[in-house]
């Protein structure tokens, strides 16, 4: 992975653009001027999601070009025509877009919209000094929140839409497998959503250690472990967080006693195997979660500020490392070692 850097004049900004296959770059772009309905962030923490990671190292030419960052927490810089939110505004940014027209984005679902874009992804992201977004996608966090927190709504609102999903009660036994940051913050969203008990997998101590300072009830270092610990007709809902080429799939209908729920947050590459005859004979439900929704009352991302500000100090250990922009191949890498003991890596422009 290489890193070059280049002095910026006026009206130029720094970014960070992904070139071939492990290759980041930051590089001088144009400073953005935001449309009307649209406002200028100046980019305070982005956090770095393995989603970030997977795209960074894919094979051929699918991350060239692109700006990523799409856990954005910045301070409104310029706004453009019609835009009610003023400047000086601490935010949080629902990366996803949505095309407007569409039933899905009538009824509160952008992220099932099939023309939507994702900042990060399929817009320009915010590992930039400035990016600009609709005004939105925008939701207000107090002044005196740390940036480095703030910027942990957006992970925080993936694990509200999916705990919403599994549909919890005071009694429910939850059992979320992984331990990265999604699986982590699932907990606090668990214990939000009145989870009677929460398990939950975490393969290395520095893992283990905060998912019981997150509220954890019981840490296991593998689901075997966990199913052996506790038998299969014990887990009311498991939470998949793994994803990528994992045997988690399979391990979540292992774990969910007979009539159970399984909620899918993590991100499968190809097509994982699933267990017909598990599910048949368990009577299981099996549900998919992707990214957050405004269905209802409160949109996901809304709740996910709520958590964000009142856990403020509980979830100051999950960020384990912070970087300057100039830095920004270093902490791509930071985060994609694990032996290093990172969990929430951010870049702070």
Known sequence: ?????????????????????????????????????????????????????????????????????????????????GVVLPTGKLVAVEPLHGCGNCRYCATGLRNLCPNNRLFGFTARGGMAEYVTVPED?????????PRHIAALTEPMAVCVRGLRMAR???????????????????????????????LITARHPHQQELAR????????????SLLEAVGPDYVDVVVETVGGQADTLSESLAVARHGGRVVILGVFDGKP??????????????????CYGRECHR????????????????LEPLVTHRFKLDQVAEAFATAADKSNQSIKVQVNP
């Open 1 to 81: 992975m290489q890193l070059r850097t280049q002095d910026k004049g006026p009206g130029i900004m720094k970014a960070a653009i992904f070139g071939d296959t492990g290759d980041i770059a930051v590089r001088e772009a144009k400073l953005p001027e935001p449309r009307p309905g649209w406002v200028r962030l100046a980019v305070s923490s982005v956090g770095i999601c393995g989603s970030d990671l997977n795209l960074l190292y894919a094979h051929g030419d699918a991350s060239r070009g692109v700006q990523p960052g799409h856990e954005i927490a910045g301070v409104i810089d310029r706004v453009g025509d």
């Open 137 to 145: 996608t925008l939701y207000e966090l107090p002044a005196d929140l």
């Open 168 to 198: 919890l009660d005071v009694r429910s036994r939850v059992a979320i497998l992984g331990a990265g940051s999604i699986g982590l913050l699932s907990t606090v969203c668990a214990r939000a959503a009145g989870a009677g008990e929460v």
């Open 213 to 224: 300072h997150l509220g954890a009830d019981h840490v296991f270092d593998s689901a075997s």
């Open 273 to 290: 195997g699933l267990p017909g005859w598990e599910m048949f004979r368990k009577e299981l439900t099996l549900t998919a979660s992707n």
């Open 299 to 314: 949109p996901d991302f809304a709740l996910a500020t709520d958590l964000v500000v009142e856990h403020r100090q509980l």
